[in-house]
């Protein structure tokens, strides 16, 4: 138990709608969720396939612990392949609308095809509709979910929906459920965009039932003790949120500024967790009213946020003054440090937009950031900007590019298409701070050595969440590391590779390992699933996972040269904190990486792996 | 003593704990649609309020039901009789707070009657939010905060006597 042992398939190009059996096979040797999904998506679509014509598939996947009461048990993921990279994209979202899907009896909707026109798609149970989408397309995602559950007389559906970024492929739109929860990266809202899905709602009265309901309360119990008790998991995060890193971040001189110009930004202290949770000069307001959990979460690091409504951004748009999701640390360091804005209220206003249309705000940050480069070197005029100064620090030059982007308006639509494509549009791709096309998180690599190789191997593209090994060079998790040399980083970042793929397979949030390890994990998914699964079990299914997305990835056309950092981390020096005169030693480490992940040297795993894995 | 449960909406984040543990314990299953106590979402304005039956002393529902389904145990728990329950809802209509509801799977109404004394709710809630308390003293932490800052402004003029009274 823990899977409902059926998933839903839909062609939307005939509108068929048709309910299997969850393949138990695959389920035992890929756990679920992320694992699962790429298993089927390997075996059902050609990886060379356009990732925005109707052959690419997206999966929408539970993990046989979402909907259960284990702590952040509630977590779905997009499995397709991406719009922004070419690559394998596995896109992770909290919120409510992973654990409705369980509760309607299903463990994944696959989507296949191409719908003629705008539709969206409504799951009650087993009863599943497509519905015109003709009165919700061309706005926004918070209209959406209020229209659906208007329509539907259901105000306790979940909706997950794509914005007018979406609809227009913006390479890097998301997919937002709950208003401001997402399945963020690598373009998995412009996939939706291009089968003319604009949403999915949810709501469903079945229950999820573990296979030992004894033990599953005994493990889950002791589980929660263990997040509550950590500084992390039970102060850190719930106080500050995942902005708790900023100031940490920026002392460790791994923050990238600027486009990667610098690593610390003289503004961090200004959009700092700190400075959200203390009242402002112009109002004597907070930024942050309270946090908010996900459905099932006992740590609850979302913030909630509001503007001041008095701010340029918003004051004459009550549309606005409301509470909403604030700024987690990525969005923070990507619309501000990394583009040099310091102005906490505008970056709060572009959070909103990019939450209401549908932007991951990582790459939009750091496109505007690769932007503005481009225009300090004279290379971007204001005559293609519509005559936004885009100067680096710039608030007003923010946001106008966040309204224009979503609607792909004018200089909106160049933005649109990523750091990379734009950058090698002026002959300067070396200036995307990207890998496999998609942007860096927020952390420098020259700073933190270990996290360029977890970079470079990210099968989804630039990624913290594949290999987050500040956790152990920054923060100590489980174990100390120096974070300014290569030594010891290849089976570090294989070892978090490894983890976190199972993690990710299991409907848990990759937060708890500040906290767990695979051994506090390990019993819960025991208790709820067939089989017995020890940590054991779940670090090997976690590395055949990694295999299987790699193999996808070689399959589609990637290869070794892909596994690479821009020329900037690798050749121009960090010139200020403790990494000063450090660039990514990513050469000394990826041969070794190869190597322990039992690869050739040309990235390929090799049939001994193959066979070791089962795959 | 009478015990009930006391919400505080400012400690709760939404993570709906207490619907599993509701469900789990009254259906065998992880199922918050089948769950008695309810997380309302105030988006907007960044709130989360859990929300029940508060076992009114005198109540709508138990004098609602006509065929006296519905009874007070020792505690002062509204309890169903599931085997007397026929479903006709008049319950649910009576109810000024909503907390009766319907579950169309079993043809009867569910409403919380607080676990038999141990509520799982209480004890799923990370933060505090649902305690399980004296009735009597329900309002006493409230009382304290809001005396706490009575006191912040309070000065002392001299020595507290009987005397000074007069």
């Known amino acids: 138990m823990g899977w409902t042992r059926k998933i839903l398939r839909i062609d939307l190009t005939t509108g068929t709608i048709k309910s299997e059996p969850l393949r138990m096979d695959w389920a035992e040797k890929y756990l679920g969720q992320r694992g699962l999904a790429t298993k089927y998506l390997i075996e059902e679509i050609d990886p060379k396939t356009d990732p925005l014509g109707p052959g690419n598939k997206m999966i929408f996947a539970t993990g046989p612990l979402t909907g259960t009461c284990a702590s952040t048990g509630g977590r779905y993921s997009v499995i397709t392949k991406g719009a922004l990279t070419n690559a394998i994209a596995c896109s992770n979202s909290g919120g409510y609308w992973g654990a409705e899907l369980k509760f309607a009896g299903w463990d994944m909707v696959i989507l296949e095809g191409k719908s003629p026109k705008p539709v969206y798609l409504t799951i009650f149970d087993d009863q599943v509709e497509l519905h015109d989408a003709s009165a919700v397309w061309g706005t926004s995602v918070w209209n959406t979910d209020e229209h659906i559950k208007t329509k539907h007389q259901d105000p306790m559906m979940h909706v997950a929906a794509i914005g007018v970024a979406g609809e227009n492929q913006v390479l890097y739109s998301c997919i937002v459920n709950d208003l401001h929860r997402a399945a963020g990266r690598s373009g998995v809202g412009a996939v939706m965009g291009s089968k003319n899905l604009k949403a999915i709602a949810v709501r469903g009265t079945k229950g999820v039932k573990v296979k030992d309901g004894m033990a599953f309360l005994k493990a889950t119990g002791e589980a929660k003790k263990v997040l509550a008790a950590n500084a992390v998991t039970g102060a850190g995060l719930p106080t500050y949120g995942t902005q708790v890193l900023m100031n940490v971040i920026n002392e460790a001189g791994a923050m990238p500024t600027r486009n990667h110009r610098d690593i610390q930004f003289e503004g961090a202290h200004a959009i700092s967790a700190e400075a959200m949770a203390t009242p402002r000069k112009s109002d004597g307001k907070k930024n942050l009213l309270t946090n908010q959990a996900c459905f099932g979460c006992t740590i609850a690091c979302g913030r909630i946020s509001k503007i001041d409504e008095k701010h340029f951004t918003i004051q004459n748009k009550p549309q606005y003054w409301h509470a909403s999701g604030g700024l987690e640390y990525e969005a923070a360091w990507a619309l501000g440090s990394n583009t040099g804005v310091d102005d906490l209220e505008a970056l709060t206003y572009v959070n909103f937009i990019c939450n209401e249309q549908g932007l991951d705000p990582i790459s939009f940050g750091a496109t505007v950031s690769a932007a503005m480069e481009l225009y300090d070197l004279g290379l971007l005029t204001p005559a293609e900007t519509d005559g936004i100064d885009l100067k680096f620090g710039s608030a007003e030059a923010l946001v106008k590019c966040v309204e224009l982007t979503g609607k792909a308006e004018g200089f909106g639509k160049l933005l649109g298409l990523g750091s990379k494509r734009l950058c090698e549009k002026y002959g300067r791709g070396d200036l995307s701070m990207s890998v496999k096309g998609q942007e860096f998180p927020a952390y420098d690599a020259r700073g933190i050595q270990g996290m360029g190789l977890a970079y470079a191997t990210s099968n989804r593209g630039a990624c913290h969440l594949r290999g987050y090994t500040v956790s152990s060079e920054i923060l100590g998790i489980p174990e100390k590391t120096d974070p300014l040399v290569t030594d010891g980083k290849p089976a570090l970042v294989k070892a978090f590779q490894d983890a976190t793929a199972a993690v990710d397979s299991s409907g848990l949030c990759v937060f708890t390992t500040f906290a767990w390890t695979l051994n506090d994990i390990a019993p819960q998914v025991n208790a709820a699933c067939e089989g017995t699964w020890t940590p054991e079990r779940l670090l090997e299914t976690g590395e055949r996972i990694w295999n299987m997305e790699r193999i996808f990835n070689n399959r589609a056309g990637l290869t070794a040269a892909d596994d690479n950092l821009p020329p900037r981390l690798v050749s121009e020096a960090a010139k200020t904190g403790p990494a000063t005169g450090l660039v990514n030693g990513l050469a000394k480490m990826l041969p070794e990486y190869y190597q322990l992940r039992g690869w050739t040297a040309e990235g390929q795993p090799t049939n001994e792996t193959m066979s070791r894995l089962a795959i | ?166």
């Open chain 2, 1 to 166: 003593m009478l015990k009930a449960l006391v919400i505080d909406p400012g400690k709760c984040t939404g993570c709906k704990q207490c619907e599993m543990a509701c469900s789990y314990e009254n259906e065998g299953e992880f199922n918050v649609a089948k769950s008695r106590i309810r997380v309302f979402d105030f988006h907007t304005e960044a709130r989360f309020v859990p929300y029940t039956c508060t076992q009114c002393a005198e109540a709508w529902c138990q004098h609602a039901c006509p065929v006296n389904a519905i009874t007070t145990d020792h505690m002062g728990v509204k309890v169903v009789h599931e085997n007397l329950c026929v479903g006709c809802k008049v319950c649910t209509i009576a109810c000024p707070f909503g907390t009766v509801n319907y579950n169309a799977s079993s043809g009867k109404v569910i409403k919380c009657d607080l676990c038999q004394g141990k509520p799982a709710c209480a004890d799923a809630c990370p933060t505090g939010a649902i305690t399980y308390q004296d009735t009597e003293q329900a309002g006493f932490d409230k009382m304290k905060l809001w005396a706490a800052q009575a006191a912040a402004a309070t000065t002392h003029e001299g020595p507290n006597t009987p005397a000074a009274k007069h």
